[in-house]
């Protein structure tokens, strides 16, 4: 029996990563479940090429609050379908979790990423999730009994930290200058160091069934945030069409479509297996902004990039040796 320690989050289909250890191999994951990993990879990778393209219609609380609310009625009608209920609201201290899960992995992260897009380009954003398990290392130390960081996990966290900070300090992003952009750039590594919290969050959550967290959440975060743009934003104009196709990609496809296929990946192959997305998404975020944004990026984004996912790959050196080396007796 595999022993699974979950530091990671991946309860809404959306951009979520995985920091998690295995005391036992997994079985082989097959080609169906090679491909869709990279068919996940890519429509999270592209989510952020879609906000882009959405903020040309839509303010960015008014954007963050639709793709939440346009996500949270699909998972509601798939939860539905599937006979599964809401939790009770009697459990005040589940519905807490449920609560902080949803402004954490949602409602912030969500409108820091649209405000945030705004004056950067979208691959960018979609580097600055790669530090998100780099952020997960500290928080489950302090918080997640059983989690200690050790010298290897230390020194990744030493390399991915460095390539944070490289990332961020990174000049002539093209798109805005000065104050502005250095904002901008702390509100997607913001975005994601909420997701890490997000993530501590729905490990310490009592037991729940994960399409009814994940919609629960959304829901909550639709009630808070749809106040709060209206009350900042007001009434959005009249979108365009693809404007309005935008916002529904967004909140049907990374998240509810997505989801869908995370579940069965993490059923058949493993969840350890999901943590391969923590090294394709910025890949794709990357390619999709260039292909249908023209946008170009300085040489040190690709050094921060790299520095990034290497010190990821040291500190989850453990589940990459079961991926790919099974068999193999399990080393320290």
Not at 66 to 92: E, H, N, Y
Not at 99 to 122: R, T
Request: net charge positive; glycine share 10%.
């Amino acid at each position: 029996m595999a022993h699974i320690r979950l530091c990671g989050l991946g309860t809404t289909g959306r951009v979520h990563f995985f920091c998690l250890s295995e005391s036992t191999s997994m079985t082989s994951p097959g080609v169906m479940n090679w491909l869709r990993i990279a068919f996940i990879a890519m429509i999270w990778g592209g989510a952020f090429v879609v906000v882009r393209i959405a903020l040309r219609d839509f303010e960015p609380l008014t954007l963050a609050a639709g793709r939440i609310t346009i996500g949270a009625i699909a998972l509601f009608c798939l939860m539905r379908w599937r006979s599964i209920a809401v939790p009770s609201f009697k459990d005040i201290a589940l519905w807490r979790f449920v609560l902080l899960v949803g402004l954490l992995s949602s409602a912030i992260p969500f409108a820091l990423l649209s405000w945030g897009q705004q004056h950067v380009p979208s691959a960018f954003a979609g580097m600055t999730m790669a530090a998100l398990p780099i952020f997960v290392l500290p928080l489950a130390h302090f918080f997640v009994p059983g989690e200690r960081i050790f010298l290897r996990k230390l020194i990744g966290f030493g390399v991915g930290f460095l390539g944070a900070m490289l990332l961020i300090g990174t000049s002539g992003l093209g798109v805005a200058q000065g104050p502005v952009e250095t904002l901008a750039r702390f509100a997607c590594v913001g975005a994601a160091f909420c997701y890490a919290c997000g993530s501590i969050v729905t490990r310490q959550c009592p037991p729940i069934n994960e399409l009814a967290l994940s919609t629960s959440s959304l829901i909550l975060a639709a009630l808070f945030l749809l106040p709060v743009a209206l009350l900042v934003e007001g009434l959005p104009n009249l979108p365009s069409l693809t404007g309005l196709l935008a916002i529904g990609y967004l909140g049907l496809i990374p998240t509810a479509l997505a989801f869908i296929i995370r579940v069965a990946v993490i059923r058949s192959a493993g969840p350890s297996f999901m943590t391969l997305t923590n090294y394709q998404v910025p890949v794709w975020s990357m390619l999709a902004g260039s292909f249908f944004l023209g946008e170009t990026l300085p040489a040190t984004l690709f050094v921060a990039l790299a520095l990034i996912l290497l010190g990821v790959a040291i500190i989850q050196a453990g589940v990459l040796r079961r991926i790919f080396f099974r068999g193999q007796p399990p080393k320290v």
